[in-house]
């Protein structure tokens, strides 16, 4: 039998989820965890869903030598069940093609499947680089709700990373009408090309880089391959496979010259944003800017009546031309930008071309970022 803590196992479930799916003809084993035990390793758990994978050590003991054993069981229903557990320590007896569960008074036993029907999962004994996660964190952040939805467009349904030069790596990501751009020393020194990974592996990324901060790190492990990345965070170590997809030339829809530029509050902006569309029902809303003195007006003229707010324009250099714009864009790119700075540049050219936010405030190890939305038409 082995024993393990009832709080660590819930915590390593939790950690695990990320990397289960319940999508596709393999669902039934990709909705498992692979659970493996060797008297001389321990207990290891593992999920994956093919594009992305973990596996993480448990802290546990045993009554006696086991050898090795390896099952599957359903994620949903050992978690669910885990999480209801009073006491404080677990006890899993394996036999056969049933996981007998023991905490407390509860006992309960669950269906397996065979391990020989997992997929053999990506490692590698490869020394990896330093990554410093706070810095990481907020780039990713700030970009990933810029990747499309749209699962027809793979290459942007995506965030770019790209290694630049001193360990500063550029992460982009656009849905065709914004685009996110954040430059950010992450302390990387391997020299890397275009890598694109997928938008729910980010996710997992970001949740993954969440749980080692919390548990005191400050930088994890990563390898970069070619079709591959490989993280190491204390007992947990991921892989995310990268999409085989060429990115679009997305520098030249950034305007990089600008015939006006006004500086503003960002939270400032965004919270009357969010005031002014507030009686909006379109899907995407619709908010008009102009300039008025050193105001800038906000305004919504929706079917159930008209909004109109105001914010303070810091300093200004030229005439900002009156713009329509999605209320879901702007909030959007506003909300990033907050992540990287207080105060932002608002630029822009004509009422039909891309506006761009520029933070003026940098957050910790953020070389640059610029945020960018596309006008809509009148």
């Known amino acids: 039998m082995i024993h393990i803590d009832t709080a660590a196992l819930k915590t390593a479930l939790n950690t695990l989820k990320p990397y289960v799916t319940t999508k596709g003809t393999l669902s039934a084993i990709l909705s498992s965890v692979l659970v493996e035990y060797s008297d001389s390793l321990g207990l290891r758990l593992s999920a994956t869903d093919l594009s992305q994978s973990a596996r993480l050590d448990v802290e546990c003991d045993a009554d006696a ?36 569960i023991r905490c407390g008074r509860v006992s309960v036993e669950l269906p397996t499947l065979n ?35 749209d699962e027809a467009r793979p290459n942007l349904n995506s965030v770019l990373v790209e290694g630049r030069s001193e360990g500063v790596a550029r992460l982009v990501a656009t849905d065709g009408y914004t685009i996110a751009v954040v430059d950010v020393d992450c ?53 995310v496979r990268l999409l085989a ?34 009686l909006d029902s379109d899907s995407l809303g619709r ?25 303070t324009i810091e300093a200004t250099q030229g005439e900002l031309p009156s713009l329509a714009l999605s209320s879901v864009y702007l909030a959007r790119a ?19 071309t891309p506006i761009v936010l520029t933070p003026t405030t940098l957050a910790y190890k953020v070389q640059g970022a610029r945020f960018v939305v596309v006008p809509l038409r009148s």
């Open 65 to 100: 030598p086991l050898g090795e054993i390896a099952f599957c069981v359903e994620h949903k229903t050992l978690s669910a069940l885990v999480g209801r557990l009073k006491g404080d320590r677990v006890t899993l007896h394996y036999d056969s093609d049933a996981l007998a």
């Open 115 to 149: 391990a020989q029907e997992y997929p053999e999962l990506p490692q590698t004994d490869a020394t990896m680089s330093p990554l410093l996660i706070a810095p990481l964190l907020t780039a990713l952040e700030a970009v990933s709700p810029f990747a499309s939805t």
């Open 187 to 239: 302390g990387v020194d391997q020299p890397f090309s275009e890598r694109l990974i997928p938008r729910d592996a980010v996710g997992a990324l970001i949740k993954a880089l969440k749980s080692a901060q919390r548990d005191g790190a400050s930088s994890v492990g990563v390898l970069i391959g070619e079709g591959m990345i490989h993280l190491k965070s204390g007992v947990l170590r991921s892989s």
């Open 245 to 278: 997809e060429q990115y679009v030339p997305y520098e030249g829809v950034i305007p990089t010259e600008h015939r006006s530029v006004a500086a503003l509050d960002v939270r400032e902006l965004a919270d009357e944003v969010s005031t002014v569309s507030s």
């Open 287 to 311: 908010v008009r800017l102009s300039a008025e003195g050193d105001q800038l007006l906000i305004e919504s003229d929706a079917e159930k009546g008209r909004v109109a707010s105001a914010v």
């Open 334 to 352: 506003l909300k990033s930008v907050s992540l990287i700075g207080e105060r932002a540049k608002l630029s822009a050219n004509e009422p039909t």
